[in-house]
C-alpha cells in the first residue's frame, strides 16, 4: 500500500478489482445505479477456477443479476441434490432441496468456471461497468487511511494510476488489501489441502440424480472427495485432508511421491467413487491448494471494501464459495450505492452488511465442524434430534440470510464440539 496524492485525471466512482462472481456482482449492481464503475481483471481470457457448484439460494442474487434466463438456456448440469458417502462406501439418501421448497429456486447448476464468470462479466458490462481484461492491479492507493485508487499494470507493460471513491477488492485468495493491511487470520482448525483435477468420461447417476453433488469420504476417514458434474462429459474431483496428512507427512516419509501419486492413494481408499472414474481420462495434471480456510478482521474501511474471497473462505464441502462470493458482492452493492446516496464512505457505511453477511457465514463454519469431527454423523444427529432435519437442508441450500437456522445448533452441540461464533 502507498499514500499518494496523484492528479486524478482518470477517475471513477467505483473501480472493482477482479473479475470473479462476486467482483461482477458488485460492478453490476452498482452500475445499474447510474454509478461510473469500472472492472480490472487480470486474465486477458476466460481461464480455469476451481468452485463449480451453485448453492440453490444462488437463485435469488441472479434473479437480481437478470441472468436467470441464461443459466435456464445454459448447458450447465442441473443440480437437484447432495448425497453423501460413508467411510464404509454407504450412500445416504440425497438430500433433494425441492422437498423442502417446491419453489424453481430448488434447482440449481453446476457450472464451468471459465463460462460462468464470463458470463457475469458480460452481464456486468451490460450493465453499464467499464469491463477491462489483462489489466493487473499492483497495489491500492491510500492517501492517509482512505483508499483513493489504484496502481495497475497494461498487458503493454505500462503503469497507470486510475482514482475512485470506492475500492472493491475482488481479488480472491490474493487477498490483496486484507494481506497487505495484514487482517488476515487463518482458521486454525480447518487447515486442509486439497489436490483436485477434471476427468472426462465418469460415470453419472440417473434422472435428476445425474447431476448431484457427491461427498464421500475415504476409508478412514482422514479425508474425502468431491464430485461434481460439469458439461462436456467432464466431472470436477478433488479431496480434501489436513495439510498435515495429505501432504506434509507423505513428502517426509517420501520426497520423490507427487501430487498425482498422493491423488491416486486416496482414490484407492474410496471404493465408490474409483468405481466412477476408473475408465475415465484425466484432462489435465491436478493442482494443489492448501490453508484455504480464512477471515479478514474487518470488512471494509475508509473508500473500500472486500467481497467473496477477498475477505474469508470457509472450506469446500458444502461448495459454499460460489454462494458466498454472490451474496457478499450484491450486499456490498447495496452498501455502495447508499453510501452514494449519503455521500458517506466511511468504513463503517460501507461494511454495514457486514455484521448480516457474517453471520450467515457462521451458520455454514458450524456445520463444516460438524463435518470434520470424526464420531460426528448426520444420520444419527437427524435420528436423535428429527426437529432439525429442515435446518440442516435449510443450510445446505444456503437460506442462511432468508430463515433462521440457528435452532439447530443447540441440539448440535450435544454430539459435537461447535467453535465459538465469530462476528465484526
Not at 11 to 30: K, R
Not at 259 to 284: M, S, T
Not at 365 to 374: D, G, M, P, S
Amino acid at each position: 500500500m502507498k499514500n499518494t496524492d496523484f492528479a486524478r485525471s482518470k477517475n471513477y466512482d467505483v473501480i472493482v478489482i477482479g473479475g470473479g462472481p462476486a467482483g461482477s456482482t458488485t460492478a453490476a449492481l452498482v452500475a445499474e445505479m447510474g454509478h461510473r464503475v469500472l472492472l480490472l481483471e487480470r486474465h486477458k481470457l476466460p481461464c480455469f477456477k476451481i468452485g463449480e457448484s451453485l448453492m440453490p439460494a444462488t437463485y435469488w442474487t441472479f434473479k437480481r443479476l437478470g441472468v436467470l434466463e441464461k443459466l435456464k438456456a445454459s448447458h450447465f448440469p442441473k443440480k437437484y441434490s447432495v448425497q453423501f458417502y460413508s467411510d464404509a462406501g454407504k450412500a445416504s439418501a440425497p438430500f433433494y432441496f425441492f422437498e423442502n421448497d417446491s419453489h424453481e429456486s430448488s434447482v440449481t447448476w453446476q457450472v464451468l468456471r471459465s463460462e460462468f464468470d464470463q458470463m457475469l462479466l458480460e452481464n456486468a458490462r451490460e450493465k453499464g461497468a467499464e469491463v477491462q481484461r489483462g489489466v493487473s492491479v499492483h497495489e491500492v492507493l491510500f492517501q492517509g487511511n482512505r483508499a483513493v485508487g489504484v496502481r495497475a499494470k497494461r498487458s503493454d507493460g505500462n503503469l497507470e494510476e486510475l482514482a475512485a471513491k470506492v475500492i472493491v477488492d475482488s481479488t480472491g485468495q490474493s487477498t490483496l488489501i486484507s494481506r497487505n493491511l495484514k487482517i488476515k487470520t487463518t482458521e486454525p482448525k480447518l487447515k486442509k489441502a486439497s489436490i483436485f483435477t477434471h476427468f472426462e468420461g465418469g460415470i453419472r447417476d440417473a434422472g435428476i440424480d445425474e447431476g448431484a453433488t457427491l461427498i464421500l469420504h475415504t476409508e478412514n476417514k482422514d479425508s474425502w472427495f468431491w464430485y461434481i458434474p460439469l458439461p462436456y462429459d467432464r466431472v470436477s474431483v478433488g479431496v480434501v485432508g489436513s495439510i498435515d496428512g495429505l501432504l506434509q507427512n507423505r513428502r517426509s516419509r517420501d520426497a520423490q511421491l507427487d501430487h498425482q501419486a498422493i491423488f491416486g492413494e486416496e482414490l484407492e481408499k474410496c471404493v465408490p467413487l474409483k468405481r466412477r472414474i476408473e475408465n475415465a481420462k484425466q484432462l489435465f495434471p491436478v493442482k494443489v491448494t492448501k490453508d484455504f480456510s480464512y477471515r479478514a478482521s474487518c470488512i471494509a474501511g475508509e473508500g473500500w471494501v472486500l467481497v467473496g474471497d477477498s475477505f474469508g473462505f470457509l472450506d469446500p464441502v458444502y461448495s459454499s464459495g460460489l454462494f458466498l462470493a454472490l451474496k457478499s458482492g450484491e450486499m456490498a452493492a447495496d452498501a455502495i450505492n447508499e453510501a452514494f446516496e449519503k455521500g458517506d464512505f466511511s468504513g463503517k457505511q460501507l461494511g454495514c452488511f457486514g455484521p448480516e453477511f457474517v453471520k450467515g457465514m457462521e451458520a455454514l463454519r458450524k456445520l463444516v465442524y460438524a463435518f470434520y469431527t470424526k464420531d460426528f454423523s448426520f444420520g444419527r444427529f437427524l435420528k436423535r434430534f428429527p426437529d432439525c432435519q429442515q435446518g440442516i437442508v435449510d443450510i445446505l441450500s444456503g437460506n442462511v440470510y432468508r430463515k433462521d437456522v440457528s435452532g439447530i445448533f443447540g441440539p448440535m452441540g450435544q454430539m459435537c464440539p461447535l467453535p465459538e461464533e465469530l462476528t465484526l
